[in-house]
């Protein structure tokens, strides 16, 4: 039997804060002088810190394997994102700010455009704009409110995205895509998989023939797509599973939206970081464990955008003192994921972690990059067991056997 | 399938010591320059040794987990102590010194204070004098020697603290703790919580009512409340496991204890490291395998006495020359945990391991500290794996596979 930690559990008096930059790890960019971007950037604040803590590698989910914004988070919060995952359509649901209930299906849908023989000629209706999708999303919303005991809420995303929930007794999630992720071929019938995902499959076939009758003669967005029907997973919440009151503080839906699957409190937020930190500091009092997400160094890693990335680290880097300031326990600044500006995106590569606490040991790393983290105290391991040296630097663990 | 290390064995003339300096790794000190003690030690013996050794860092049970002594030695031994574990009552029953034999029940016991409703208002008795212990357990003893076909055999501890075994026939474990965990409750019946377990549970309900009638006029010792209930894991022997003749040095009854649960040879020894330097040259023709256990500086470590678990480290460094004079062909220097002054007790931080052999490969190391262990060729491991390295390097392991 694996070490419950639950079990080992003592009470703690001690402020938790983990800081996830959001891909701030990297690779080498030969257009950069062969550096990432923490070694490019100047970060005078977490360089100090380094030197007064212990720093690691993180794989977020297994070797060479590149997770989405789930699983990273998934690790981080110290739950095994190879035995916990979330489906597609609760993640996009949760993107564009809607609240999940439980049993409620989720499913990412697209405009799309058919020929006049029900074949999928653009499965993203011609990227359609935003306005558009909103227009068509509201005039949806306004004829399709309920089919038989089941709600149906549809939220517009970007361009041809929208999100479908559906909500009433009795749903599976179990349901085959419509979404034939090629062009040239019908939309598939959502056929359930299972006999507990019938309704379901009744309720989409209902909600397709009512849609597609509306929109059957708009000139591009005349067909619609579904695809990755799920239900929120069922799990035990964050703050239950450590004993820890919990806040996330997050400005962007998708890491609100996570936060709150694993019954994190999070409070409404707009602007940039420095209003993370002032909601840190107003709530100090209140919580045990604070998850602050700061998005702006992924978006720039997606981007390509080797300087911006590096800047978006500058900026995190200014806020270091008034977060120790707060005079936490425990202080872990790392990323759910890599995204190097030279891959336009998400990787594999494992992420750095600073890990500070009176506690926590020492090595010989000088600044939070990758390759420092290679050679601290903490090695390599696997993200899920990060929550592990937070509570056991938290002093918040008891002795494991006598 | 993991690999079978017992498939791969092969025999070997290479004489192996395992030397644990219990909680011999700590954590930097802010009040000696922030140093661990092993940094701060004068150790000329182990620096040279470390030059010509492979060095590294265990994780005793999982990341961040603080392990007691048990769960310590478990995974020294090749054992995965999260599979493996030792019940409490019998690791206190080692700790007296008490030989447990298959299918004894053993129990930690307290004295306690109960008032005239019994209800418990101290569950330590006032921490009645270690004689006052010593005296009511004789007592104890001497008019409860037998009920039904059970042996009960009791022994003192510090305190008031004593073991309980029951020694007989169709007993188990399963039974609930008496010891309510705080004051102000009843002590509990030891219900038995399974089928096989009843008997125990009768022979504990007539034990209970016998003994408390023969204290119940003491002043504060009047009550006494039990907990731990448990029997000796079923396990194969580390000799006939890995085929080495196993001697265990150790002064300690709980190591000498836990040693012979796994069927070492546990001589009875006095005294301290000179005497058990002298113990391992005596016995040096006839094993393959020494576990030589050094107690000093975890009880420095526990006692928060930075300098005097330095000076531990120094004493033990003072012995290395006489354990290298006898040529082992695998000297491993390591602890079963980490017992930084800083924390005054056991910790979570990997222990940092030494292994020489000729074939052990090379590293960077310069000395026998954390730091620089986590320079070493062996990386980061958990302790578990320790007997594979140990096993090869002796060459007592054959290819797997073709």
Chains 1, 2 share one sequence.
Not at 80 to 97: S, W
Not at 188 to 204: D, N
Not at 378 to 398: D, K
Request: contains cysteine; aromatic residues 8%.
């Amino acid at each position: 039997m694996p070490v419950n930690l639950k079990e080992l559990l003592k009470k703690g008096e001690k402020k938790i804060v983990l800081l996830v930059a959001d891909g701030v790890g990297g690779v080498p960019h030969p257009d950069f002088g062969g550096k990432t971007e923490l070694e490019a950037a100047t970060t005078p604040h977490l360089d100090a810190l380094a030197r007064r803590s212990v720093l690691g590698l993180m794989t977020p989910v297994t070797y060479g394997v590149t997770p989405g914004s789930g699983p990273g988070h998934i690790g981080l919060f110290g739950y095994d994102p190879e035995e916990l995952q979330i489906g597609r359509g609760v993640l996009e649901a949760l993107g564009v700010g809607l609240h999940l209930q439980e049993g409620d299906v989720a499913a990412r849908a697209n405009f799309a455009t058919q020929n006049e023989d029900g074949v999928i000629i653009d499965r993203r209706a011609g990227r359609i704009s935003t306005e558009e999708c909103e227009r068509l999303v509201g005039m949806l919303s306004e004829k399709i409110r309920n089919i038989e005991d089941v709600e149906v809420i549809l939220k517009p995303g970007k361009e041809h995205r929208f999100v479908l929930v559906l909500r009433g007794p009795g749903l599976g999630d179990r349901v085959k895509d419509t979404d034939p992720q090629k062009e040239g071929f019908r939309a598939y019938e959502p056929v359930a998989l299972e006999a507990g995902s019938e309704k379901t499959s009744r309720i989409l076939k209902i909600f397709l023939e009512q849609a597609r009758a509306l929109i059957k003669d708009e000139p591009k967005a005349n067909a619609l797509l579904l695809r990755g029907f799920s239900q929120s997973p069922v799990l035990e919440k964050f703050p239950e599973r450590y004993g820890l009151r919990s806040l996330a503080i997050a400005i962007y839906p998708m890491y609100k939206g996570i936060a709150r699957l694993f019954g994190f409190d999070t409070p409404d937020l707009e602007g940039d970081l420095q209003n993370e930190v002032q909601c840190l500091r107003e709530n100090w009092a209140n919580y045990d464990f604070f998850f602050l997400h700061y998005k702006d160094t992924d978006k720039a890693g997606e981007d390509g955008d080797f300087a911006r990335k590096v800047k978006c680290i500058e900026y995190l880097d200014r806020f270091i003192p008034e977060i120790l300031a707060l005079e936490p326990g425990v202080l872990v600044v790392t990323g759910d994921h890599s995204t190097p500006s030279l891959l336009h995106g998400h990787s594999w590569h494992p992420s750095p972690v600073l890990l500070y606490s009176p506690f926590a040991g020492s090595d010989e790393a000088e600044r939070f990059t990758e390759r420092e983290c290679r050679k601290g105290y903490l090695g390599q391991f696997p993200a899920c067991f990060l929550m592990n040296f937070i509570l056991a630097n938290a002093l918040r663990l008891g002795k494991f056997g006598a």
